[in-house]
């Protein structure tokens, strides 16, 4: 109950991040999981962790809403027609968007935000338009008030697409995060050289790389995939159901050597995480009702074959380092093929396993690199390079890249640049279509003195991380922002001139 | 060129990744050795050719340097750049009598251009720069060519002192030339950097008129330069080659940071100097002004 009474007193908290703080302590107080021993004791010794999901999951983590679909058909619950002009569109969307499930309450997809406007701006005027899309994407920040809320553009070249990066670089905004899917084939040059400028002044859009992820979708059986939330690849139309994380900074003090690691310590630490995945999963899916009632479902705007679940890494660089005397991971090539080695491991155990009541990719969980937490300390994200010892760009890009094809489910590294590459925007346009050949799956730049930071995958204002007065903050995320901003060095990444 | 052995460039260093050596993201090759001794010279270190002295071996912190004797081609003792072990931690510059450095490496075109092959998907083109690096006219024709051929554009940043009239291959396989105009009367020009510039001016109008003159760049230092006389000068010559519309003109603040002290004292130009000369050279008909 104490937890309980802390969180009504919590002067720093609005009364609506009240609420989703007691009911978190609810939740917490049922014990819904079969939960062994073994897997407990890694949960205790913070090698698994489920990311604050809850004791009894009763929506999927990521719910992806196929919303082509929705304003094609409006929705009956919601008592909407299938819009017929900008407004309508518009305002439906809003509507949904407050009824998209999630973790934290708000929605972690928001769509492909360019397809689903564009029709719309048939014979809509100019200045019309761009009002209607500005107040769209304040509405969102204003409201959707944690910036894990995350829209899709590209990978064509459209009216709505420029509107919306020329007013998210006029807002500066936090909410929506927002991924440009980059293919060089179908996003011309100007396009995405704008989508450059706008991300060295608001941090976003990222770069997705849009072949990579629909190869790897179409192989896995879905014909189309969102990005979402930080970087998360997921199937559109579903979502993923949970996703719990392997921390591999506190796996590696467990093994005694490297064989040790690679033969007993990761393989049962690996499959003692999939034996929790599946009993959340099974709990979600045949306890809660979720696939039964909830409205989404019902009008087919997610439906249960397109969802499946995220096995998540952490802190790949720590482990490596842990147990290559001395050579450092982004540094020394025999220490980043161990590190590879790791990685290849889990990714065969994970797709050998079959979730035992998902239809999706046949049962299969997919690998994300999860970005951390923010109470996360000496633990990098993913498989990323730890601050403090970047090597040069093109160095790292390449180094991190072979990585990458491994995570379906997201992966991204984060990297700062001089106030000055505004002078010659088409340098940072050029790093992005580099890395995008070279393999890397979703690439993130600012400028070092931008209004929004990058933390690790979401976004924060600097006047938001900045600040230390301990009244509420607007987004949840700003929170999350300053303690990553302590934890992580987040401020100090290696500023490329 | 079959049988012939090919031309080796005297390479101080060579930079992956640049935002600030022309458009997009570029290559840069600096080449060691100048023939222009500018009182704000920024890297004075790229000027003077080492002489294999030894002064810097001991000086090394790291270890990276060494002697060979009968090192060289004719025999004679050589100092060796370990570039593995170098910290880049500035010590043997400082040590050196002659103020320059012992880190260059020959190279050809075609072991530049291995160097950079992983790093082609991130290319706009390369950028030869310098030192001055139209002194070594016959490595930089080769590079430009076959950089072109491998999808490498080049730009060459130079000073002017080079007839470029005069080496027509080079001129037709680079993409363009960025040219600096150190001063506009020769008496400035000599006392600033101890060189004459009827080769710059000559320079100026030819590239021009070939269309190859992508950029034309003064430095604004109060007291050391005519910029003025710059501003007007260089109009007056991109006009008549018809290249007036189109050039880039950078109007670059000189800044005392890394300057050689013992030269220069005066402080950099103020905003309203150069706002009033990217003016003077709008009126004078330049179409693309840039103060950096």
Known sequence: ?497 | MIGQQAAEGLVARVLYSSAVDGPGNRAVVFLQGCDFDCAYCHNPETRNLCDHCGACVGACPAGALSIAEGGGEGGERRVVWDETVCRDCGACVRACPKGSSPKTRRMTAAEILARLERRKPFLSGITVSGGECGLQAAFLEDLAVAARAAGLPVLVDTNGSTDYSARPRLVEAAEGFMLDVKAWDQGVHRALTLAGNDAVKRNLGYLAGAGKLAEVRVVVAPGLVDAEACVRGIAEVLRTAGAAGRTVLKLIAFRREGVRPARVALPGPGREELEALAALARSEGMGNVVIV
């Open chain 1, 1 to 497: 109950m104490r937890a309980a009474l802390d969180a009504v007193r919590d002067r720093s908290l609005t009364v609506s991040q009240k609420y989703m703080a007691l009911a978190r302590v609810a939740e917490s107080t049922v014990k819904a999981l079969p939960v062994s021993d073994a897997v407990q004791a890694l949960r205790d010794s913070g090698v698994i962790c489920d990311l604050y999901e809850g004791a009894a999951p009763f929506r999927p983590r990521y719910v992806v809403p196929d919303y082509g679909r929705f304003v094609k058909q409006g929705s009956a619950f919601l008592g909407l027609e299938p819009p017929r002009d900008l407004d309508e569109a518009l305002a439906s969307l809003l509507v949904l968007y407050r009824h998209v499930p999630s973790i934290t309450g708000f929605p972690v997809y928001v769509g492909d935000l360019d397809a689903l406007i564009e029709p719309f701006l048939d014979g809509a005027d100019e200045d019309g338009a761009r009002k209607a899309v500005r107040l769209f994407l304040l509405q969102m920040d204003r409201t959707l008030t944690d910036s894990f809320v995350h829209g899709d553009l590209g990978p064509r070249e459209t009216r709505a697409g420029r509107l919306i990066i020329e007013e998210s670089r006029k807002l500066k905004c936090a909410v929506p995060n927002l991924s440009l899917k980059y293919d060089p084939d179908l996003t011309p040059d100007g396009f995405a050289l704008l989508a450059a400028e706008c991300a060295l002044d608001v941090a976003k859009p990222s770069f997705a790389n849009h072949r990579i992820f629909s190869e790897d979708f179409r192989r896995l059986g879905f014909e189309d995939y969102a990005v979402v939330s930080c970087y998360n690849g997921l199937p559109k139309g579903g979502g993923s159901c949970t996703l719990v994380r392997l921390n591999l900074a506190k796996l590696a003090p467990l093994a005694r050597d490297r064989a040790d690691l690679l033969e007993r310590a990761l393989p049962e630490a690996v499959r003692l995480q999939l034996e929790y995945m599946d009993a959340r999963v099974r709990f979600l899916v045949e306890e809660s009702g979720f696939f039964e009632s909830d409205f989404l479902v019902k009008e087919g705007l997610v439906s249960f074959e397109r969802f499946t679940a995220m096995f998540g890494l952490v802190g790949l660089a720590e482990c490596v380092d842990a147990h290559s005397e001395g050579r450092l991971y982004g540094r020394d090539d025999e220490a980043d093929a161990f590190g590879l080695e790791i990685v290849r491991r889990i990714s065969e155990q994970v797709a050998a396993h079959r979730a035992p009541c998902l239809e999706a990719a046949l049962g299969r969980y997919l690998l994300h690199a999860q970005v951390g937490i923010d109470d996360d300390k000496g633990v990098s994200p993913g498989c990323r390079i730890p601050v403090g010892r970047e090597p040069e760009l093109t160095a790292h890009i390449l180094r991190s890249a072979p990585f990458h094809k491994y995570f379906p489910s997201g992966i991204g590294d984060v990297f700062a640049f001089e106030p000055t590459a505004r002078r010659n925007p088409r340098h940072l346009l050029d790093i992005a279509k580099g890395a995008m050949a070279s393999g890397l799956r979703y690439f993130s730049a600012y400028a070092a003195d931008a209004d929004v930071v990058r933390i690790t995958g979401y976004l924060v204002k600097r006047c938001d991380l900045e600040r230390r007065d301990r009244t509420p903050d607007l987004q949840n995320s700003a929170v999350l922002g300053r303690n990553a901003v302590n934890n992580l060095g987040v401020l100090d990444r290696r500023v490329r001139p």
